[in-house]
């Protein structure tokens, strides 16, 4: 795992930023692995300024997000839906019909986990994936478990998770306790992964990671098993 430590947020941002051009000038058709969470907010207004200065143009891109939480409507301002429409789809030219993120609203969990990992499939898997990680290691949200599943699944989330994630909500109950997410398995057929960690809560979190073996305790540590990735955090977030 390469490890780029920035000196803050703006940095870090950026730094993925350039990355994420790079991806799309050299790949115009480039399949790309969005996420989720406070931390890729940065990178994503970076993005958003490049198109608007006429430097990266998103019209033959493709995007998969990682996540989506269960059972939750579109049009609710906490899915993930809402936040990726807010954040980057509103900013950039992504035609609507390359867009993929896991229908929350569904009544056939089972069978939109099914499709969505045939999807990826379709496409030959991810050329770019972008990361965040939970306070516990988690990745989209593959929790801490003796057991990880591999592909697009419906999964309970850890209270922890739950706990971390109620900073959005009104109140802690209305935090959904279930997720559709991508597998270790899906995330790990990404050509190349892009880790970004920031701030002092992830400080824990990133030493153990980069400190641990393979451990489906921590799952991110399963990304050592990945030939490319590069994990991207902050000063806060790194401890020397
Ligand atoms: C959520 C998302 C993850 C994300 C994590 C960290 O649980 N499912 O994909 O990495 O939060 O979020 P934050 O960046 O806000 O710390």
């Given amino acids: 795992m390469r490890v780029i430590v920035c000196d803050n947020y703006e940095k870090m941002s950026y730094e993925a930023a350039r990355i994420f051009a790079s991806q799309i000038i050299i790949k115009p058709n480039s399949v790309l692995g969005l996420a989720t969470g ?5 990178l994503y207004n970076c993005l958003a300024k490049m198109y608007e200065n006429g430097e990266l143009d998103f019209s ?3 995007t998969f997000n990682l996540d989506e939480y269960y059972p939750i409507a579109h049009e609710n301002d906490q899915s993930y839906h809402y936040f990726m429409n807010e954040n980057f789809f509103s900013k950039v030219n992504v035609p609507e019909d390359n867009i993929h993120i896991p229908d929350g609203s569904t009544d056939n969990p ?3 986990c099914k499709n969505y990992e045939k999807e990826i499939d379709r496409y030959r898997g991810i050329d770019l994936q972008i990361l965040g990680i939970g306070q516990n290691g988690h990745i989209g949200f593959n929790e801490p478990a003796e057991i990880l599943e591999p592909n697009t699944h419906v999964t309970d989330l850890t209270q922890n998770t739950i706990e971390a994630n109620s900073r959005f909500f009104e109140s802690i109950d209305l935090v959904p306790t279930k997720a559709i997410t991508m597998g270790i398995g899906s995330i790990m057929k990404s050509k190349k992964i ?5 701030g ?3 400080k824990e979190i990133v030493k153990k990671l980069l400190s641990s073996g393979i451990d489906t305790n921590i799952p991110a540590t399963m990304l050592k098993a990945h030939p490319d990735v590069t994990l991207i955090c902050d000063r806060e977030a790194y401890e020397d």
């Fill in 60 to 62: 033959e891109v493709t």
């Fill in 110 to 112: 089972a069978l939109e």
């Fill in 194 to 198: 892009l880790l970004l960690a920031s």
């Fill in 38 to 42: 406070s931390t890729p907010i940065g």
């Fill in 200 to 202: 002092s809560g992830k």
